[in-house]
């Protein structure tokens, strides 16, 4: 007795490319990277006034300090966040959408590759099936046919009262 294989269905289409949905897991990426401190850099050193030079040089490439992160001035620890400048973090985020355009058509393709390899699992199993259905009711035919030729060959037992 073989167990009742479950009937492969294919459920609409695959994902198509849609720039809403591009444009929404960029903008998700761009804002962890203002969230986060990927937009920033630390500045640190163990000196005080070389921290404070470095900050100076930072801030003259155009960094800022970032207010939202504390600056730490400890023995031998002296450090702060400092945003980056515009034009650097417009590069970042240039290569966020060439890394979020890279993983989106990933998972369209392999979206396209997972209904492709359904639609041949339906087809196999249909196929499958038909072929089964075909060899059953030959066989149904044939013992058909055995039991008309059985049938034929003795008459029906009598038994008297």
């Not at 459920?11 to 990426?29: I, L, M, Y």
């Not at 990927?38 to 207010?67: C, F, R, W």
């Not at 417009?90 to 998972?107: G, L, M, Q, T």
Request: with cysteine; net charge negative; aromatic share 6%.
């Amino acid at each position: 007795m073989t167990a009742a294989k479950e009937k492969i269905t294919i459920n609409g289409t695959p994902p198509k490319w849609s720039d809403a949905e591009f444009q929404t897991r960029v903008e998700s990426w761009v804002n962890v990277y203002h969230n986060t401190t990927n937009s920033m850099e630390l500045v640190q050193h163990p000196l005080p006034h070389g921290h404070l030079q470095a900050v100076i040089d930072k801030a003259a490439a155009g960094y800022t300090i970032a207010i939202n992160y504390p600056v730490h001035h400890e023995s031998l620890h002296h450090a702060c966040y400092m945003t980056k400048p515009q034009s650097m973090q417009a590069e970042d985020i240039a290569d966020i959408k060439v890394k979020v355009k890279n993983e989106y058509v990933e998972w369209l393709e392999s979206e396209h590759a997972r209904y492709q390899d359904l639609l041949r699992q339906q087809l196999i199993q249909t196929q499958q099936e038909k072929e089964l259905k075909v060899q059953e009711d030959k066989k149904a035919k044939q013992l058909a046919e055995i039991e008309k030729q059985v049938q034929a060959c003795y008459k029906p037992l009598v038994i008297p009262e």
